[in-house]
């Protein structure tokens, strides 16, 4: 059994950064909310029509995020906003979206109600050791393809639209292991992030970008 530090030290995923953000990282303040019909557009580019079209989709609110459709196909969308600025559209497949993604959405709804990025820190950890919160039981499959993304790095440097790309989550995966070494962020390779803890993922960018759908989205 890992230590329990090794899981604290991963906790704070932050998919939405490329590179992947550290505990400690992110920002606290309140995030400019989007239109909700802009939102669900945005959340349901992050991958193809066949992953997203019958997702649960969520959009952010005042203070948390709230279900905006309803998905069938066990599927979920959301659009993390790890920094204030930040526009980072994702999907998950089931076993992330009863995982890793209420974890993230916590994390931000916590520091969009202006909560340090410590306190964060600490209360997720705290929702982890409780079991408010599970790590993945099963592969996790993380999409990110919009091309209206907007990211940043861990030290709040502006990295753009950077590539499309996909996450695939293997528990304790190293680089070494899968012959990679420390490079990739040129988007020549896949990435390892978070090497050797629960919550290690293989990051693989793909070709193309996914616009986000033009016209009237449906609520339900």
Not at 95 to 115: D, K, S
Not at 133 to 138: I, Q
Not at 168 to 186: F, N, Q, R, V, W
Not at 199 to 208: F, G, K, Q
């Amino acid at each position: 059994m890992r230590p329990l530090a090794l899981v604290v030290a991963a906790l704070a995923i932050s998919a939405a950064s490329l590179p992947a953000q550290r505990p400690g990282t992110g920002q606290s303040g309140r995030r400019t909310l989007l239109p909700r019909s802009r939102e669900i557009a945005l959340a349901r580019s992050a991958a193809p029509a066949a992953v997203s079209d019958s997702a649960t989709i969520y959009v952010l609110g005042q203070k948390d995020y709230e279900v905006a459709v309803t998905g069938t196909n066990g599927n979920a969308c959301f659009v993390d906003r790890d920094r204030v600025e930040t526009i980072a559209p994702h999907c998950f497949n089931a076993e992330g979206a009863a995982t890793i993604m209420p974890l993230e959405m916590h994390r931000i709804a916590l520091l969009h109600q202006e909560h340090s990025v410590a306190e964060t820190d600490r209360e997720i950890a705290d929702g982890l050791a409780s079991g408010r919160f599970r790590l993945p039981r099963r592969p996790v499959l993380s999409y990110m393809m919009s091309a209206d993304q907007n990211l940043f790095d861990d030290d709040g440097k502006p990295n753009g639209h950077w590539y499309p790309h996909l996450m695939l989550y293997i528990p304790y995966i190293t680089g070494a292991e899968l012959g990679l070494g420390k490079t990739g962020s040129d988007g020549k390779a896949a990435i390892v992030q978070f090497e050797g803890t629960p919550l290690a993922n293989v990051m693989i960018v793909v070709r193309d970008f996914l616009q986000p759908a033009g016209g009237s989205v449906t609520e339900r």
